[in-house]
């Protein structure tokens, strides 16, 4: 069973990128069976679906963030990456970690990790 | 504004049934995108109870179930316990925006 773990810094200065990196273990990044996903959820909101990388390296983002996100793997780690540029108070959320295969859910999530844009 | 519509929140009774809907559009749900269900707690990984509108993973009991009609779905709780007081969350494919989108969520209490 795949699990997932994502770490980096809780609190970004306003301009700043974000960083954060998730942890796989259970399972090889280099596996063509998932995708590998960015979800955040803002503070008493809904959940919004950022983007996903799958092993081939193709990347495929959600419109409205892709100007600023950047999504990547590092298979010597078994670990992908997520960087959005130029974050403001509106970036402040939860992000988690997520799997996802062709029948579009996502089956397997990490804990998440809150991240807070203030100065 | 969630592109999915859920109600914020839903109370019942332990033993009793709950309904949580997901209202979509022609781009979603009435495009005929599977509609999938997650379960939120604080501090814990979601856990996705419902998959391709009616399917549930092993492991998560039979008290739910997954529906899906028009440009709407439900997810229904039998038998409610205090076990399920949570957020859920409904998750689609949108063929106009091109990527997956949630409902705002439903906090489930558990009177």
């Known amino acids: 069973q795949v699990q997932l773990q994502e770490s980096g810094p809780g609190l970004v200065k306003p301009s700043q990128t974000l960083s954060l990196t998730c942890t796989v273990s259970g399972g090889s990044i280099s596996s063509n069976t998932y995708y590998w996903n960015w979800i955040r959820q803002h503070p008493g909101k809904g959940l919004e679906w950022i983007g996903y990388?799958?092993?081939?390296?193709?990347?495929y983002y959600n419109p409205s963030l892709k100007s600023r996100v950047t999504i990547s793997v590092d298979m010597s780690k078994n670990q992908f990456s997520l960087k959005v540029s130029s974050v403001t108070a509106a970036d402040t959320a939860v992000y988690y970690c997520?799997?996802?295969?062709?029948?579009?859910?996502?089956?397997?999530w990490g804990q998440g990790t809150l991240v807070t844009v203030s100065s | 504004q969630s592109v999915l519509t859920q109600p914020p929140s839903v109370s019942g009774a332990p033993g009793q049934r709950v309904v949580i809907s997901c209202t979509g559009s022609s781009s979603n749900i009435g495009a005929g995108s599977d509609v999938h269900w997650y379960q939120l707690l604080p501090g814990t990984a979601p856990k996705v109870l419902i998959h391709g509108n009616n399917n549930r993973p092993s492991g998560v009991p039979d008290r739910f179930s997954g529906t899906k009609s028009g440009t709407s779905a439900s997810l229904a709780i039998t038998g409610l316990q205090a076990e399920d007081e949570a957020d859920y969350y409904c998750q689609s494919y949108d063929t106009s925006l091109s990527h997956w989108v949630f409902g705002g969520g439903t906090k489930v209490t558990v009177l």
């Open positions: 990388i799958y092993y081939s390296g193709s990347t």
């Open positions: 997520a799997t996802s295969t062709a029948l579009d859910y996502f089956d397997y």
